[in-house]
């Protein structure tokens, strides 16, 4: 069982910058792929980026390419979603979510097994 809280999220303008973490309880953090998942109101639950056991393998939604960067500490038990150049439409719930299977990423909320109660970004034009 994996425990996960996240943290960072707040209100900032376009152009701005934060990083969220997500801080997991258990020995067994580095077994798990982990996600960042968003979702904005009325919209479903989307993939905004992906990373393996070891940090070695990253997958990025398009629309957050070249933005935002994912990354974990295996010591600490945490990942990170550092999030520049912020726009309007990164508005959203943003929640950490982990996956068996530390290997393979997972793009898709239904393959994630933990997930976190979420942090809400806000961002102004």
């Known amino acids: 069982q994996v425990q996960l809280v996240e943290s960072g999220g707040g209100l900032v ?3 701005d910058s934060l990083r969220l973490s997500c801080a997991a309880s258990g020995r067994t953090f580095s077994m798990y792929s982990m996600g960042w ?7 479903e639950r989307e993939v905004v980026a992906a990373i393996n ?4 393998t990253t997958f990025y939604a398009d629309s957050v390419k070249g933005r935002f960067t ?6 600490k038990n945490l990942v990170y979603l550092q999030m520049n150049s912020l726009k309007p439409e990164d508005t959203a719930v943003y929640y950490c979510a982990a996956k068996h299977n530390g290997v393979r990423l ?9 997930w976190g109660q979420g942090t809400q970004v806000t961002v102004s034009s």
């Open 53 to 56: 056991w070891s940090g070695s």
């Open 70 to 75: 994912i990354s974990r500490d295996n010591a």
């Open 13 to 15: 303008q376009a152009g």
């Open 106 to 114: 997972g793009v898709r909320p239904e393959e994630y097994d933990y």
């Open 37 to 43: 998942f968003r979702q904005a109101p009325g919209k």
